[in-house]
């Protein structure tokens, strides 16, 4: 994996009558190996949410979703981040490590955050959240 790019849209939020809130991107891997990836959405500097964990194999891309659920019934506006994780699997047994926390000082890593602010929780209608996060170079085969 020789980079680890990230591209975001226009971010903002979709919200229903709970003012629960579901964004989605989409991670691309658009090098020749396999990655594991890391997702965590939140709203504290904690980011005590739930992670979200998958491997991506090469030249292909995933959607992930995640839920946002604010801490107060009503919201005006709030402060949301996303923090991604990329590992490449190559050189490493059993399709890489279990946890983060357990791959080797030689994997190469990356971290990158995006953070946006939720638009104001009215009648109006919400667009739906995308970003484009792009993981590696291209090869030049």
């Known amino acids: 994996m020789k980079s680890v790019t990230v591209h975001p849209e226009v971010l903002s939020m979709t919200a229903n009558s709970t003012f629960q809130s579901e964004t989605s991107f989409t991670i691309e891997n658009i090098t020749s190996e396999e990655i594991k990836f890391k997702v965590r ?66 994997v190469e890593k990356g971290t990158f955050s995006i953070s946006f602010f939720l638009p104001l929780m009215d009648d109006a209608l919400f667009c739906t959240p995308k970003s484009t996060i792009e993981v590696g170079a291209p090869d030049n085969d």
Request: with cysteine; glycine share 6%; proline share 8%.
């Open 41 to 106: 959405f939140s709203n504290d500097a904690n980011f005590s949410s739930k992670p979200i964990i998958g491997n991506i194999p090469a030249k292909s891309k995933e959607t992930v979703k995640v839920c946002y659920v604010p801490k107060e019934r009503i919201q005006i506006m709030d402060l949301c981040k996303f923090q991604l994780h990329v590992i490449g699997l190559s050189g490493l047994q059993d399709n890489g490590p279990s946890t983060f926390a357990d791959a080797p000082e030689k």
